[in-house]
């Protein structure tokens, strides 16, 4: 069973993969108390995490917006539209009708916090990861798409070691890991 400290990890996560504005470190902070309070998750969780909080202690948001605007937008092979690493074409846009219908029928305004981005954008999976209260429905979505793709931007974001966030989404991909591997 999902507890709301969980949950709220989703929602927590999503504010940390949307684009960098001035409360990114009180965001970054919210998320590190939340976790402290997890202690169902590996210890390399909160280690990664740590990195991510180090780096991002010292960086001027200008340089982080940059960081993020060059990472997730301007590389494919780190892309947050989830839907990419693993479908291509036709598969894809199948899915995201898919994802767009799931958010409908379940009442997720998926519109308002989209801002232009398409169904499988990560930060908006997370807020309905954090929305849902169908625990069978959460299940499914995150092994049999989520995680999936996940893995992928996880092994791409292993060959850049110098990318803040690189640490950001080892602990983000290690915590649904741990989920989706608690309710098989």
């Given amino acids: 069973m999902t507890t709301q400290t969980e949950t709220n990890l989703y929602t927590l996560m999503a504010g940390l993969l949307e684009y960098p504005r001035e409360d990114i470190k009180d965001r970054a902070k919210a998320f590190a108390d939340a976790l402290a309070g997890c202690t169902k998750y590996p210890p390399e969780v909160a280690e990664e995490y740590g990195k991510f909080m180090k780096d991002l202690d010292i960086m001027a948001l200008d340089d ?7 990472t997730f937008e301007l590389t494919s092979d780190y892309s947050l539209d989830m839907g990419s ?9 199948n899915k995201l009708s898919t994802i767009k219908s799931m958010y409908r029928d379940n009442g997720f ?17 997370l807020h309905f990861l954090g929305f849902v209260k169908d625990e069978e429905l959460m299940k499914d979505f995150r092994q049999g798409f ?19 966030y690189r ?13 989706v591997k608690e309710v098989k």
């Fill in 167 to 179: 640490h950001l989404m080892s602990a983000v991909y290690r915590i649904i890991e741990t989920d």
């Fill in 64 to 70: 982080l917006q940059g960081i993020y605007s060059y």
């Fill in 109 to 125: 305004p998926y519109e308002q916090l989209a801002k232009g981005e398409l169904p499988d954008h990560l930060p908006i999976l």
């Fill in 85 to 93: 690493h693993i479908f291509d074409g036709f598969r894809r846009s």
């Fill in 146 to 164: 989520v995680i999936l793709a996940l893995e992928k931007l996880h092994k791409n974001f292993e060959k850049n070691l110098r990318n803040i």
